[in-house]
């Protein structure tokens, strides 16, 4: 049954890849990717990855979209037709996939329990986790605690985003009530949202909270928490949702969760320990690594979830340039 | 799984791979260029977790009876490299903006046709 779930997910992901090709409104193209990406988080739950298909879901078929549609909005939802026959593309395309193919040949097979990815260190972090770490979510005590530097890495590399983004496309706050003209008459959408803000929220927090012991953590109760704004900025209008969460206070939270994933290292390192080195936090080792796991988490939630409503802001707060070609 | 349906996995990912692929090189619309990056990132995120899989394992969460998890490395690694992805998704939208709002345009042909212009 897997795997005939797995066969017609793939299949069905081949399509939505197909269609992307083939469609010319971008608006069309930004829907059909978003079904391609939760097409694929759903593949990974049947996969057994559901910390991978929450931050898919969240991620790929959420944010992204937004940020399509947005992009679309300020420039152009009509693709121009190609000025070269695309045979040459066409060409390097088949080749390369064709030596891919070869290259899969002598690929373990799918499922193989004697592949060599899972005889490396995967089976320590699976034995070790329970006792050295204490919690049952292997992929959370992997990613938090056994290989920490790089979630501070990405962390990093998150909030360089937001930076960047901010760099390129600027923030200007609008007066209030100027955009809301359009939006008096989304009655069904205001009382949804109104009725879904709260909820959102709490979910993100569950998520936050429980990441250590089901699917979730904080870079997914991040993105949840940033789409709860969202939510809110679409039925009330970009104003009021600003009023809502300020944005100095936005710039301080992306910088304030990648500082506190720092301290956290400096502070294992004061304590006695390695940079990062949570056994040193509480008496117990374990406790340690709990409270570590947990400090991080929020930092890196606070950051992801500050950098992803800047991303917003910045591209929804700008006005369309005039005039296409 | 044996016999040629146990690489049925890694030939879809290839075709989606290339797919997204195609679109980036052949297609000289810029959102469209993107669009193409994020299929081609997402085929590689499904190549990685069909690899992570092991036969009749369950999700790497610790639980009493059960005793075959898959692989929880390249969940992790790729749970961040989706966050990855968002920021190269986000700065990229945010370039095409700009040169939208320089050249009038997004379409590639277009902008090569002005650069030679000028």
Redesign the interface.
């Known amino acids: 049954m897997e795997h005939l779930i797995n066969i017609v997910l793939l299949g069905l992901l081949m399509l939505a890849g197909f269609a992307i090709v083939r469609t010319k409104s971008l608006l069309a193209v930004a829907m059909l990717t978003s079904i391609y990406s939760l097409l694929s988080a759903s593949l990974f739950v049947v996969l057994d990855a559901v910390d991978v298909a929450l931050t898919e879901a969240a991620i790929g078929a959420g944010i992204s979209t937004i940020l399509m549609l947005a992009a679309i909005a300020l420039t152009s939802d009509e693709e121009k037709a190609p000025r070269h026959t695309p045979l040459l593309p066409l060409f390097v395309v088949i080749a390369t996939g064709a030596a891919l193919i070869y290259g899969t040949l002598d690929m373990p097979r799918f499922g193989d329990p004697a592949a060599p990815a899972h005889r490396h260190v995967a089976p320590t972090y699976l034995q070790d986790t329970p006792t050295a770490i204490g919690i049952p979510n292997v992929v959370t005590s992997v990613l938090a605690s056994y290989r920490s530097y790089d979630t501070l890495g990405e962390v990093t590399v998150i909030f360089t985003a937001g930076t960047g983004v901010l760099a390129l496309l600027g923030f200007r706050p609008r007066r209030r009530n100027t955009e809301d003209t359009g939006r008096k008459k989304l009655v069904i959408l205001r009382v949804v949202a109104k009725l879904f803000f709260p909820l959102i929220l709490l979910f993100a927090l569950y998520v936050l909270f429980h990441g250590d012991y089901g699917p979730g953590g904080g870079f997914q109760a991040g993105v949840i928490f940033a789409t709860g704004f969202i939510l809110y900025a679409l039925a009330f209008g970009l104003s009021n949702s600003q009023q809502l969460i300020p944005h100095q206070l936005l710039y301080v939270m992306a910088a304030a969760g990648v500082l506190i994933y720092g301290l956290v290292g400096i502070a294992s390192m004061l304590l006695g320990g390695k940079f990062l080195e949570y056994q040193v936090l509480a008496n117990d080792p374990v406790t340690g690594q709990h409270v570590g796991i947990l400090l991080i988490e929020t930092g890196v939630a606070i950051t992801v979830a500050a950098v992803v409503l800047i991303i917003y802001y910045g591209f929804v707060s700008r006005r369309p340039a005039p005039g296409d070609i | 799984?044996?016999g040629p349906?146990?690489?049925?996995?890694?030939?879809?990912v290839?075709?989606?791979?290339?797919?997204?692929?195609?679109?980036v090189?052949?297609?000289?619309?810029l959102?469209?260029k993107?669009?193409?990056l994020?299929?081609f990132q997402?085929s590689v995120?499904?190549f990685f977790?069909?690899?992570?899989?092991?036969?009749?394992?369950?999700?790497?969460?610790?639980?009493e009876g059960v005793n075959?998890?898959?692989?929880?490395?390249?969940?992790?690694l790729?749970?961040?490299a989706?966050?990855?992805?968002?920021?190269?998704?986000?700065?990229g939208?945010?370039?095409?903006?700009?040169i939208?709002?320089s050249y009038?345009?997004?379409?590639e042909?277009?902008i090569h046709v002005q650069d030679e212009a000028s």
Not at chain 2, 5 to 12: E, P, Q, V
Not at chain 2, 14 to 23: A, E, K, Q, R, W
Not at chain 2, 104 to 107: F, L, M
Request: no cysteine; glycine share 6%; net charge neutral.
């Open positions: 799984m044996q349906l146990g690489l049925y996995n890694y030939w879809i290839i075709v989606l791979m290339m797919t997204g692929f195609y679109i090189i052949a297609r000289p619309n959102i469209k993107i669009v193409g994020f299929v997402t995120f499904i977790i069909t690899m992570a899989k092991v036969e009749d394992g369950t999700a790497p969460i610790i639980q075959l998890y898959s692989n929880p490395l390249p969940h992790v790729i749970l961040t989706i966050v990855v992805s968002l920021a190269t998704t986000a700065l939208l945010a370039l095409v903006v700009r939208r709002e009038g345009t997004i379409n042909d277009d």
